[in-house]
């Protein structure tokens, strides 16, 4: 976790905090002290139960904004220390349909989330990715990549700017809107089929506390234009079915149905590529990759100097994953299925 006193006096300011992520950053930051934490979101109907949920704290301020618009963010930005941007179109099938959406919020939005902290000098930025963004198959994937090539670029070409811009890469959040476990349950609760679009597909896997940490942790390691991604573990997509199916059918005969990769889809998850390897910097729960555009590495990032370079590739399909045991214990553990109901 955090140190307690990172986020303690200051006054944070979350993107997409109505969604599943910006939520818990929501809860984390509160929890570290922060004075003033500003909530922005589109969505009236969450933003007004955000509002109640935190409301006797009376440190936490919901405003209706869309990252679409500047003028808005430039606004609430005003007196803000940091930024955490989690806003974006985050469904691939969805932005593959509707391609100019996901660039217009997961784009034009974090280029705007870039301006209007430069306006108000804001200290630290950090940019929520997805391990989509590595060698993108998709539109998702692809506006997810810019997102961090605009941060690192905010970063290196505003060297007369103190504010600090860097990202986070991260898998599948358990129970997150778009993770597979709501789906599923859904589908067990209904009778089933359990669908899967193919028995083989890996993915790494994280909870949503684990999720939030790595951001909040991120801000304060970050010396600007690095993408951060966090050690996860690995599970087939399957495992995770059957052992939902043992947990919740409740003795039902639940069928596990295979309707194959939908456009957009990989059979496995890379949260680090073949060409970042070079640039990237190991520590016990990071990879930290370093921007391709710097060459001044041990001056700007002592982490360069004081850690072992990456050796290989960061990707599911090579890395081990869990066996049915490891990911039934995991779940145990962590009360997955308990927290993500």
Known sequence: MIQTDSFKDKSVLITGACGTVGAELTRQVLLAGARLVVCVDNNETELFFLQETHKASGNVSCYLADIRDLESLKQRMQGIDIVLHSAALKHVGLCEDSPSQAIRTNIEGTQNVIDAALENKVKRVIFTSSDKAVNPTSVMGTAKLMGERLMTAASINNRKSDTIFASTRFGNVLGSRGSVLPLFRKQIEAG????????????????????????????????????????????RIE?????????????KDIEIAEIGVKPGEKMYEELMNDEEVRRTFETDNFFVILPALTTDYESRYPISSGCPKAKRPYSSAIEEGMRQSELEEYFEERDILEVSA
């Open 192 to 235: 089933g089929p359990v669908t899967l679009t193919h028995r083989d597909m890996t993915r790494f896997i994280m909870t949503l506390r684990e999720a939030a940490d790595l951001v909040l942790r991120s801000a304060f390691l970050a010396a600007g234009g690095e993408v951060f991604v966090t050690k996860m573990q690995i599970a």
């Open 239 to 251: 495992d995770i079915a059957d052992y939902m199916v043992k947990k919740l059918a409740l003795g």
